[in-house]
């Protein structure tokens, strides 16, 4: 029998360590391929047109828009993120487990167009951690990170959505329990 692929979708506030678990994810289960994502946002140092995100114009991601060409789309922080369609399609169809790591108003957007997702909410230890962490990153100005601060308040108030809740304290463990998830689904 065609066995269908898994779509599991990563989400939690920025800063909270959502880009390590994948990769960490990635790196242990050659099964699951990750969605590259199209944003306005411009690309920090070292990131890469297409392989981080696809980096577009405003004008090139509002035709994607139209032409119904992304899976789901928000805007955080000033700029447009979203995913492109066909990927996640073809990986399913192949019976591969794909994951998008996305933000909240883009995971529920999931919830209504692909009911049978698994969404997982990361949580940092508590707020101060995660401005803590925001700011050792290094890669914001203080109105971004003022600005991903509030939007990550907005977001921890409707974790309790989700299906599933992991607190990244000790990464190992976040990563161990994240597996548990997804093999679950696999
Ligand atoms: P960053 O600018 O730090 O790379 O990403 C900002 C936020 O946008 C993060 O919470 C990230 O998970 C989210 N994001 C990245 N790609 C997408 C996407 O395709 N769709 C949505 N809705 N959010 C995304």
New binding site residues.
Partial sequence: MNQKGKLVII?G??GVG?GTIVKSLLAKNPQIFLSI???T?LPRKGEIDGKDYYFLSRLQFEEMINKGELL???Q??GNY???PIKPVLEKIEQGKTII????V??ANQIKNNFSSATRIFILPPSIEELEKRLRERNTDTEEVIIKRLNKAKEELAVSEEFDYQIINDNLDLAITEIEEKINNVI
């Fill in positions: 989400t506030p920025s959502k994502s199209a944003t946002r789901e789309w928000a955080y922080a993120y979203g995913t998008l790591e996305i933000e108003l883009g």
